[in-house]
């Protein structure tokens, strides 16, 4: 019986009065890749945020490894090791593509140089302009630096949000290799994708979050087996 | 050409003190987006503190300053506490604060008033003595200010860019949710920025008593000049900060020369909206096409 | 529709360059679009797609090399001039006024975007809010015309950019990335969108990475890497050119591609 590294249990998070998050359960198992998809504006991101302590769990918990982190600090959490890379431009615009990398290990510096190497590996783009303000980078560019800066962070779990946006199909396929990889090694890989036709394949777990709500959990042959909760809740 | 040194030695003693006055209320402004109302009086309570340390307790100058810098630093942390923390919490935290700190800077002015009393005293924190250039005898006072002020902003710029605090600073003022996402203690980079905001306008509090004198309400003037450096060099730009600070010294000397003491403000005013109608975001502020 | 651009194009972009100092973007890059036709470009991030659109569209003039608008000249033109000339834009990111409802989003693109008004009236006149129910109508929002944009979702903002852009009368629309991080069947919707507003004259240049959408909706193809054209021709003939699988596609995309424009023709 596999463990699960983040456990959701009957979590319910929002904003300022509203309710995105309705009674969420669902845990990520150590090393593997668990998806959540599911339609725009559904609650997926704030899933991640709500993980990561920036949007208040208003009831139920979140444990990672069996011990609550839902009353923790953002920074707090970064320290137990569950990494976001969010969506959006959340570079430090003013800092250099290198220093944005550098923040990326702010909590976790051991091993820097080696992870600097193996992020530039991958990325080839991200140091051919590692010393361009990350503020000038085109919106592709900016996606990879962001996910570049949540690899130095090392970390047990990653989360990454809708990786793939905006980027150039070649580079898709080079990020996934990485995610599949970082799983083999063990990490635990907690993903929002847009797309789940491609990921279905390879996810571990899918759950479908629509209106805030799990409204279907399974393995990705199943979902693709049931074209009914496809054409339904994702439009294909 | 002795009148150009004389204004140039004035307005680069008058900058560096601006500047340094400036630099933690533009520091305080980048990462927490809080104008601090209360920077004048904190300013005040370094020169006073700096007064008492040495004339009622007898400490060398030296450790005088940086007593002075230390309870300020203090009563930044306790800004932080007690206005910040808990208005963070809450909607419109900018006007909150700004309010909050018009409060807290009143307090401490009538605190000063209370234990000193209302009369100008002399600063004791002075070098004696001058500099003579050509025929221009320029008070050793000034060169000893300039020096403490490019000490103090070399500091503060190795901190900025070279250490882990200073990082994460920055990049807290970039992109707050971004730096939590990083592992940075956001409240923790709050509570130092204050800090040392406090502590460098304790210094700029005692440099501009020195040359002037130390009078319960004698911050009101250099904050709200901090301020105007802050706008025309664009909000939480602190490199932009600096060099502003000492182009309004200097501006400030060239008037007061040209036009006299009393149309000095008004003409730097003057200047500063045309500037800001040239450029709405300030010289340095972020004004750029924003990426789409 | 053939893959030939018309006998006098409705661009013309020659030999056209953008350097950022030492960095070039874009490098004596020359194509055609003819009027009516929608032409697709691809290609790897940082290649100086969105820098092209900059430049044609006057946010980031050209530092060489010309731009031709329906036989008038607009490189270096102001970019409210190219608005006027007729050339509208959608964004990567959504840009619109938050605050503003759809309806008064669409109303700004409708006032300022088609004439030079030197001087300003205080109310937008009957033409603006035809021009604006129509956009609204084209992209099928009009039931949401009263909401307030910062509130829309994902879809919506999408489509009100493009109304905004249409709501301009443009003769050529550049679109950047119009369909990233949409469902599939959102993404049936903006082609929807597309092609009704091909087929009201508008011709079409688009940015897009999501395969199917580029290789569906375009008349012909351009591929972009590092500021240069490495590929210009049928959306067909593209899994054909190595460089383009190698540098773009990669393995497992250009797969996929084949087997779905197979499909598609088959």
């Known amino acids: 019986m596999v463990d699960a590294a983040l456990d959701i249990i009957n979590a319910s998070a929002g904003y300022s009065g509203r309710i995105v998050l309705d009674a969420i359960k669902l845990s990520a198992r150590k090393g593997e890749l668990t998806a959540i998809v599911g339609p725009n504006g559904h609650g997926k991101s704030t899933l991640l945020k709500a993980i990561s302590g920036l949007v208040p769990v208003t009831s139920g918990e979140i444990r990672l490894d069996g011990l609550r982190i839902d009353r923790l600090r953002p920074d707090q959490i970064v320290e137990r090791g569950v990494i976001q890379v969010p969506q959006g431009d959340l570079l430090f615009p003013a800092m250099t593509v290198h220093e944005n990398l550098l923040m990326g290990a702010y909590a976790n510096s051991g091993g820097l140089a080696e992870r ?28 990879m630096c962001g996910i570049g800066r949540g690899l130095m962070a090392g970390g047990e779990v990653l989360m990454l949000d809708e990786p793939s946006l905006g980027l150039a199909p070649i580079v898709i396929e080079q990020i996934y290799e990485v995610i599949f990889n970082l799983r083999r090694e063990g990490r635990t890989i907690l993903l929002v994708e847009e797309n789940a036709e491609r990921i279905a394949e390879h996810a571990d777990m899918i759950h479908l979050l629509d209106n805030g709500r799990i409204a279907w959990s399974g393995l990705g042959a199943e979902l693709m087996a049931r074209p009914e909760i496809v054409e339904t809740y994702l439009g294909v | 050409m002795d009148v150009l040194i004389q204004i140039v030695a004035s307005g680069l003693t008058l900058g560096a003190m601006y500047a340094v006055a400036t630099i933690g209320l533009s520091l305080v402004y980048g990462s927490l987006n809080m104008l601090n109302m209360a920077h004048g009086a904190i300013l005040t309570l370094g020169g006073y503190i700096c007064y008492a340390a040495i004339v009622h307790a007898g400490l060398h100058p030296v450790l005088a300053l940086l007593a002075a810098a230390l309870v300020c630093a203090l009563v930044g942390l ?55 250039i050509g ?73 501009i008593s020195s040359i002037a004198t130390l009078t319960p309400v004698m911050g009101g003037d250099p904050m709200l000049k901090a301020f105007i450096v802050c706008v025309v060099a664009g909000l939480g730009n602190v490199y932009g900060a600096v060099i502003a600070a000492i182009a309004l010294g200097l501006l400030e000397a060239a008037t007061q020369y040209v036009l006299g ?32 | 529709m053939t893959g030939d651009a018309a006998a006098t194009p409705l661009l013309s972009c020659r030999h056209v360059g953008k350097s950022f100092g030492a960095l070039a973007a874009v490098r ?24 092209l659109f900059e430049v044609i569209s006057g946010l980031n003039p050209a530092t060489k090399g010309a731009i031709v608008l329906d036989g008038q000249d607009i490189t270096g033109h102001a970019p409210e001039q ?74 919506d903002r999408k489509l009100l950019m493009m109304a905004s852009a249409l709501a301009t009368k443009p003769k050529l629309l550049l679109m950047d990335e119009p369909v990233g991080g949409l469902t599939a069947r959102e993404v049936d919707r903006v082609m929807d969108a597309v092609r009704a507003i091909k087929a009201a004259g508008v011709t079409i240049i688009l940015i897009e990475h999501v395969m199917r959408f580029l290789v569906r909706l375009s008349d012909r193809i351009m591929i972009m890497h590092h500021g240069e054209k490495i590929f210009e021709g049928l959306p067909t003939k593209l899994l054909d050119d190595r460089t383009v699988v190698d540098v773009y596609l990669g393995q497992g995309a250009s797969e996929r591609l084949r087997s779905f424009m197979e499909g598609a023709h088959g």
């Open chain 3, 28 to 51: 004596d890059l020359s194509f055609d679009v003819g009027a009516g036709e929608i032409l697709g470009i691809g290609g790897p991030n940082g290649a100086g797609k969105t820098t």
């Open chain 3, 82 to 155: 190219i608005c006027h000339a007729g050339v509208a834009r959608t964004f990567q990111l959504n840009a619109g006024f938050d605050s503003m409802t759809a309806r008064e989003n669409v109303l700004v693109g409708a006032y300022f975007g088609r004439t030079n008004r030197a001087v300003p009236t205080l109310r937008a006149g009957r033409a603006a809010h035809e021009a604006t129910d129509a956009a609204l109508e084209m992209l099928g929002i009009a039931d949401r015309a009263d909401k307030i944009t910062g509130k829309l979702p994902v879809l």
């Open chain 2, 135 to 207: 025929n221009v005898h320029i008070p050793l006072q000034n060169v000893f200010i300039l020096g403490v002020a490019i000490v103090l902003m070399a500091a503060v710029a190795i901190l900025l860019q070279r250490t882990s605090t200073g990082r994460a600073i920055r990049a807290t003022s970039m992109n707050r949710e971004a730096a939590q996402l990083m592992g940075v203690r956001v409240g923790r980079v709050y509570a130092q920025v204050l800090a040392l905001s406090g502590a460098l306008a304790a210094v700029s509090g005692i440099m």
């Open chain 2, 261 to 292: 003491v009393r149309w000095s403000f008004a003409t730097l005013l003057l200047l500063v909206i045309l500037v800001l109608i040239w450029r709405p975001y300030g010289l340095f502020g972020k004004q750029q096409v924003v990426r789409l």
């Open chain 2, 78 to 132: 306790l800004i932080y506490f007690s206005a910040a923390l808990p208005l963070l919490r809450a909607e419109n935290f900018e006007t909150n604060i700004f309010i909050a700190t018009i409060g807290i800077g009143s307090v401490i002015e009538n605190l000063m008033l209370k234990g000193f009393g209302p009369y100008p005293i002399p600063q004791p924190l002075a070098v004696d003595g001058q500099v003579v």
């Open chain 1, 116 to 143: 600097l190497d193996f992020v530039f590996t991958l990325l080839p783009k991200l140091k051919e302009r590692r010393n361009q303000t990350a503020g000038t980078l085109s919106g592709g560019e900016r996606r």
